[in-house]
């Protein structure tokens, strides 16, 4: 089984690349909250995978951070979920938002993802509530307290590009400083400037 990817992006979409590794190209499907995080092509890239065998086909999954994997494996153990649906509830929500709404059953936040009825919304809470303590703690242990949503996933996708955590960390609060209330964007953009300066 394919567990891990890094290679060169051949061509993205919101909702798959083509990561060329060693010649081969890997068509893998991603959730929304990647393809934002992913360079453009020809850029580098390194995904977390999950390969889904069925009978008549075998399908990749790649996701940036390993909470965004544990959380889609975590879905696809729901009844009546599967891949393209747990890939587009990522895509609805980010790991930050989609955990606390599942572990405080909003159903309201959860119904508003486009494919999640009442039902299936209230499936997941039943079966997941209790879950998903470890990935809310790993998000917490990711970064250094006083970190905005913003930050931490800035610094999630600088360690994923291979940065030294403490580098990174210096990189992502400085860059908060010169980004007043800045997006991810922004915030990753203006810390790669910062690092490879350094």
Request: glycine share 8%; charged share 25%; net charge neutral.
């Amino acid at each position: 089984m394919i567990g891990h990817l890094r290679g060169r992006i051949l061509e993205k979409r919101p909702n798959q690349v083509i990561l060329e590794v060693n010649g081969v190209g890997y068509h893998v499907s991603i959730p929304v909250s990647t393809f934002y995080q992913l360079p453009d092509p020809p850029g580098e890239a390194q995904l977390h995978i999950h390969t889904h065998v069925r009978e008549d086909a075998l399908a990749l999954y790649g996701f940036l951070t390993t909470a965004e994997k544990r959380v889609f494996e975590k879905l696809l153990s729901v009844s009546g979920i599967g891949p393209r649906l747990a890939v587009t509830i990522l895509s609805g929500l980010e790991v930050a938002e989609l955990v606390p709404a599942i572990r405080s059953n909003d159903l309201v936040k959860l119904t508003h993802i486009p494919g999640v009825g009442r039902k299936t919304a209230e499936r997941i809470v039943l079966e997941l509530r209790d879950k998903l303590a470890e990935v809310e703690g790993e998000r917490a242990a990711r970064a250094p307290a006083g970190f905005s949503t913003e930050q931490e996933d800035a610094l999630s996708a600088l360690l994923n590009l291979g940065y030294q955590r403490s580098a990174a960390e210096r990189a992502v609060g400085r860059a908060a400083e010169l980004e007043r209330g800045g997006s991810f964007d922004a915030l990753l953009r203006r810390a790669l400037q910062l690092l490879v300066k350094t």
